[in-house]
C-alpha cells in the first residue's frame, strides 16, 4: 500500500520560512517524480514545484519561484519543500504527489498524501 505522508506545516509569519517533508512507503520511490500542489479554502488545487527521479530536472510554478525549492532524499524515500519568504497568499493545504512522468497536472499524479496545513499571517 503506497503511502505518502507529510510534515512540516504550521503558522509562521509573513517572510518567515518553513520545511515541509514527504515521506513515502509502499513504492519504488527512486522511479517517481515527486511533486508539490497546494489548495487554498475556495480554490482549485495548484501546482507548486516537482522534481523528476535523480532530482536533475524541476519545475515550478511562477509564484513560488525564487522562494521555494524543492529536493529529494532518494536512500530516505522523502521529498523536500523549502519555502522562503513566505506571503500571506502563500496560505494553504499543501500535498505531495508522486507521478511517473514530470508534469505539473494534479491529474497525472498517482499517488497523494493527506497534505499539511501551511498559514502565513501579516
Known amino acids: 500500500q503506497v503511502q505518502l505522508v507529510e510534515s512540516g506545516g504550521g503558522l509562521v509569519q509573513a517572510g518567515g520560512s518553513l520545511r515541509l517533508s514527504c515521506a513515502a512507503s509502499g513504492l519504488t520511490f527512486s522511479t517517481y517524480s515527486m511533486g508539490w500542489f497546494r489548495q487554498a479554502p475556495g480554490k482549485e488545487r495548484e501546482f507548486v514545484a516537482a522534481?523528476?527521479?535523480?532530482?536533475?530536472?524541476?519545475r515550478s510554478a511562477d509564484s513560488v519561484k525564487g522562494r521555494f525549492t524543492i529536493s529529494r532524499d532518494n536512500p530516505k524515500n522523502t521529498v523536500y519543500l523549502q519555502m522562503n519568504s513566505l506571503k500571506p497568499e502563500d496560505t494553504a493545504v499543501y500535498y505531495c504527489?508522486?507521478?511517473?512522468?514530470?508534469?505539473?497536472?494534479?491529474?497525472?499524479?498517482?499517488?497523494w498524501g493527506q497534505g499539511t496545513q501551511v498559514t502565513v499571517s501579516s
Open positions: 504527489a508522486a507521478s511517473r512522468v514530470l508534469v505539473a497536472t494534479a491529474r497525472v499524479y498517482d499517488y
Open positions: 522534481l523528476s527521479q535523480s532530482g536533475g530536472s524541476t
